[in-house]
C-alpha cells in the first residue's frame, strides 16, 4: 500500500563514495519500477526505471537492480556528487497504462565534500 | 518529450480562500493526469486522478468538494482547494502517468495557508 513516513532515513556518503539506497516494494504483482530524485521543494525527477522482465538497468552513474523474489529494489550510484544530495524515492506501478504510482517512504542521500 | 507545466511555483492564501494550481501537458496531450499531496518529510499521498471530460476519481479520505479538480482539456488538469485552512499546507504535484516518459511530475506548488 501507499508509505507514510514521519522520519526519512539518511544515507550519508564521502564525495567520491558509491552509494546504495534500498527500497522494499510492496506488490508482487507490481511489473514496473522507478527511481525519483527530489531537492527541497521542487517535484520528482526520473532517474531511471526498470520494467519486471529484468534484473538489472544501467544509466548514467546509476545502476538498478530488482529482485522479484524478495520484492527489493536497489538504487546505485557511482562516485557520489555533492549534487547528488536529495531525497530518492522508488515508485511501483501495477497494470501499465495509466495506473497510479505507489511510493516508498524516501531515503535522504546526505553527500559530503 | 512529455513536459509539464505547473503553475504556481508557491502561494500564500488566507484562510478561507481558494486557490487554483494548473497542470499543462506542453507537447503531448494527456487524458490522465494524477494529483498528488506531500508533507514535509514525506511521501507522495495520491489524491486524485483528474479524467479528461469525466469526472475526477478520488482517494479515499479525499473530501471532493474542498478539492475540486478539473480536466477540460487534453492539455490542462486543475485543482482548486477551496476554503483552504492551515491544515492544507503542503506542497501539491501533478503526474502525468505516460511510462514512455518516467512518469513526468510537475514542478510542485507549495500552499501556505495563513
Known amino acids: 500500500g501507499e508509505s507514510v513516513g514521519l522520519h526519512l532515513p539518511t544515507l550519508s556518503v564521502q564525495e567520491g563514495d558509491n552509494s546504495i539506497i534500498n527500497c522494499a516494494y510492496s506488490?508482487?504483482?507490481?511489473?514496473?519500477f522507478i527511481w525519483y530524485k527530489q531537492e527541497s521543494g521542487k517535484g520528482p525527477q526520473f532517474i531511471i526505471d526498470?520494467?519486471?522482465?529484468?534484473d538489472k538497468r544501467q544509466g548514467q552513474r546509476v545502476t538498478v537492480l530488482l529482485n522479484k523474489t524478495v520484492k527489493h529494489l536497489s538504487l546505485q550510484i557511482a562516485a557520489t556528487q555533492p549534487g547528488d544530495s536529495a531525497v530518492y524515492f522508488c515508485?511501483?506501478?501495477?497494470?501499465?497504462?495509466?495506473?497510479?504510482?505507489?511510493f516508498g517512504t524516501g531515503t535522504r542521500l546526505l553527500v559530503s565534500p | 518529450g512529455a513536459v509539464v507545466s505547473q503553475h504556481p511555483s508557491w502561494v500564500i492564501c488566507k484562510s478561507g480562500t481558494s486557490v487554483k494550481i494548473e497542470c499543462r501537458s506542453l507537447?503531448?496531450?494527456?487524458?490522465?493526469m494524477f494529483w498528488y499531496r506531500q508533507f514535509p518529510k514525506q511521501s507522495l499521498m495520491l489524491m486524485a486522478t483528474?479524467?479528461?471530460?469525466?469526472?475526477?476519481?478520488?482517494e479515499q479520505g479525499v473530501e471532493k468538494d474542498k478539492f475540486l479538480i478539473n480536466h477540460a482539456s487534453l492539455t490542462l488538469s486543475t485543482l482548486t482547494v477551496t476554503s483552504a485552512h492551515p491544515e492544507d499546507s503542503s506542497f501539491y504535484i501533478c503526474?502525468?502517468?505516460?511510462?514512455?516518459?518516467?512518469?513526468?511530475f510537475g514542478s510542485g506548488t507549495r500552499l501556505t495557508v495563513v
Open positions: 515508485a511501483e506501478n501495477i497494470g501499465g497504462g495509466f495506473q497510479k504510482l505507489v
Open positions: 506488490n508482487s504483482a507490481s511489473d514496473y
Open positions: 526498470i520494467r519486471s522482465n529484468m
Open positions: 507537447d503531448f496531450q494527456a487524458t490522465t
Open positions: 483528474s479524467n479528461e471530460g469525466s469526472k475526477a476519481t478520488y
Open positions: 503526474n502525468y502517468p505516460g511510462r514512455d516518459y518516467g512518469y513526468t
